[in-house]
């Protein structure tokens, strides 16, 4: 059974950063794409980060760009996210997802697996 954790959310103040990340297990995920989502309340799930199976491309939503870094390290069967320069429209909860794709994509479709996420509230 495929398992993806995700940790390092939290409540923090505008400007600071965060780290998540996203174990997995179940599953060797060295040659899926990983990605993850956010979902605000109230609001849809939409796209953030992604990243193809072997780190050589990533894609941002235009709203993580610039400030927003994937990394996977297969070794460890983990990704994840740094968040930087966290606003309150950053507030969401955030989910990991894997495969089955080796190539990253940005649409919800091309993700098997998702965990349950992990809260990131930012106050102003």
């Known amino acids: 059974q495929v398992q993806l954790v995700e940790s390092g959310g939290g409540l923090v103040q505008a400007g600071v950063s965060l780290r998540l990340t996203c174990a997995a297990s179940g599953r060797t995920i060295s040659t899926y794409a990983m990605g993850w989502f956010r979902q605000a309340p109230g609001k849809e799930r939409e796209f953030v980060a992604g990243i193809s199976w072997d780190a050589y491309s990533t894609y941002y939503a235009d709203s993580a760009k610039g400030r927003f870094t994937i990394s996977r390290d297969n070794a460890k069967n983990s990704v994840y996210l740094q968040m930087n320069s966290l606003t309150p429209e950053d507030t969401a909860v955030y989910y990991c997802?894997?495969?089955?794709?080796?190539?990253?994509?940005?649409?919800?479709?091309?993700?098997?697996?998702w965990g349950q996420g992990t809260r990131v509230t930012v106050s102003s």
């Open positions: 997802a894997t495969g089955p794709r080796a190539t990253v994509s940005g649409e919800l479709y091309a993700y098997d697996y």
